[in-house]
């Protein structure tokens, strides 16, 4: 059974700051990795992927990635209330898999 | 851009009724996806197309259908709506390719009531 674990939060930080958003990954053939950005009411948007191992900036944002200890995350820098949502990490395995398996999110709120 | 195009917002149906969901995208995608996603469990994948005609069960395919009849589009078929198939309904496409890494594109969702 593969897994994909977030902490469900909510992750509360001020205006400003760094919010950190991670994920562990049960399965060892993952190859790729998705963040998708979800509002209330709204679908999940992707934000950021990754597949190779370290940092991958884009903007105020930053995918980081540990293939050996099996865990990604997301830095958001300048932390701004319009990116209050909730966070879904996906990951897929390589080898004609298509399916991501997603987690159960993390709720973020970043308050003025 | 992408885009991937969901019948309907909202609907509301009675116990009983049969009740078709329509997934259409525009970007010439293999792969397409049926989610549904409760509060506190998540997206759970129903069923999945890779092609025309194909179809894969995901996680929780009971109570359920689909149908790929052409490329572009992915039907949601419930044969007797139940009240606890009151949910929202992701439709999604993919495509996997040298440049492409598998990320999946969203339609707006249906928010499905069933009364």
């Known amino acids: 059974q593969k897994e994909v674990e977030q902490n469900s939060g909510p992750l509360s930080v001020p205006e400003g700051a760094i919010a950190s958003l991670n994920c562990t990954y049960s399965?060892?053939?993952?190859?790729?990795f998705f963040w998708y950005r979800q509002y209330s009411g709204k679908s999940p948007e992707l934000i950021m992927f990754i597949y190779s191992n370290g940092d991958k900036e884009d903007g105020r944002f930053t995918a980081q990635l540990n293939k050996a200890s099996q865990y990604v995350s997301l830095l958001i820098r300048d932390s701004q209330p319009s990116d209050s949502a909730t966070y879904l990490c996906?990951?897929?395995?390589?080898?004609?898999?298509?399916?991501?398996?997603f987690g159960r999110g993390t709720s973020l709120i970043v308050h003025p | 851009d992408v885009k991937v195009t969901q019948s309907s917002r909202y609907l509301v149906k009675r116990t009983g009724e049969k009740v078709f969901l329509e997934c259409v995208q525009d970007m010439d995608h293999e792969n397409m996806f049926w989610y549904r996603q409760d509060p506190g469990l998540g997206l759970r994948l129903i069923y999945f197309s890779y092609d025309v005609k194909m179809k894969e069960k995901g996680d929780i395919p009971e109570g359920y259908s689909v149908s790929r009849e052409k490329k572009e589009r992915f039907s949601l078929i419930l044969e007797s709506a139940s009240t606890n198939q009151t949910s929202m309904y992701l439709c999604a496409s993919s495509l996997v390719s040298k440049r492409h890494f598998g990320e999946l594109f969203f339609g707006e969702g249906s928010r499905l009531t069933v009364l």
């Open positions: 996906a990951v897929k395995a390589t080898g004609g898999s298509y399916i991501p398996t």
């Open positions: 399965d060892r053939g993952s190859q790729s």
